[in-house]
């Protein structure tokens, strides 16, 4: 049965405890990185972290200074829009598990094209693939398949203790993620869930998803001028070709 997250930012403490224990399963190295006026480091997701702990902070309608944490990573669309742009190019470069509902990428990434990658990164209305310049490979959380495959749960749920993060079989998940809500909504009546028909990784919001993050919910690609268009039309004619 398909798997999924669900995300309760209203129990987020910021110990970062899941961002650290993902770097530590996947063993990618540490991130040189300087001070930018903000807690929040690194300052964005890169080819070795595939979660980042996000920090928000803005005052609320009564003046009350508040602090929102985001624990973003990829959400494991139902129909991810990167493996089909990834497949015009590299087919198996993108995975998309059946039995699991993880997306995640193979060594063939390294094979994609730095056009093939703008494509998957612009398709992605979450702004997460990230490619290491150095070995080219695209990265990004892969849903611990190694753990889910042997009835373990992803390292950064097993290591969260303050009840953010959860996972286990979809409708579960979202049984659990709609019950919260109503809890939320007696405080704050704007409580939403984000994108929640389209991904397996559900986030329970107190507030406006910007006040999160940018991609904190889905974000519709820019439109193509005609030379992307023409581009983007011809890619399938190109993978028929090589094939």
């Not at 300087?34 to 964005?44: E, K």
């Not at 497949?87 to 198996?92: I, P």
Request: with cysteine.
């Amino acid at each position: 049965m398909p798997k999924a997250f669900f995300i309760d930012t209203t129990r987020c403490t910021a110990c970062r405890g899941c961002q650290v224990a993902c770097k530590e399963w996947h063993e990618l190295p540490a991130n040189k990185t300087l001070q930018h006026g903000s807690h929040q480091n690194p300052p964005d997701l890169n080819a070795n972290n595939y979660k980042l702990v996000r920090f928000s902070e803005f005052r609320d309608s009564e003046g009350t200074v508040r602090w929102n944490f985001f624990a973003d990573q990829c959400r494991h669309c139902l129909e991810p829009p990167c493996k089909l742009a990834a497949d015009n190019y590299v087919e198996g470069a993108v995975v998309h598990d059946e039995a699991t509902g993880a997306v995640y990428y193979t060594e063939l990434t390294k094979k994609l094209s730095k056009e093939a990658f703008e494509e998957m990164r612009t398709d992605c209305p979450y702004n997460i693939p990230r490619r290491n310049e150095v070995t080219g490979l695209v990265s990004k959380c892969d849903m611990c398949i190694d753990r889910v495959r042997n009835d373990m749960v992803p390292m950064c749920v097993k290591t969260c203790c303050s009840g953010t993060m959860n996972f286990g079989e979809r409708a579960d998940m979202l049984r659990l993620a709609k019950e919260r809500l109503a809890e939320v909504r007696k405080e704050f009546p704007e409580a939403r869930l984000g994108d929640v028909d389209d991904v397996a990784v559900i986030y329970l919001m107190a507030f406006p998803p910007e006040r999160y993050a940018e991609n904190a919910v889905a974000m519709a690609p820019a439109p193509l001028n005609r030379q992307q268009l023409l581009a983007r039309l011809a890619s399938p004619l190109r993978a028929a070709t090589r094939g």
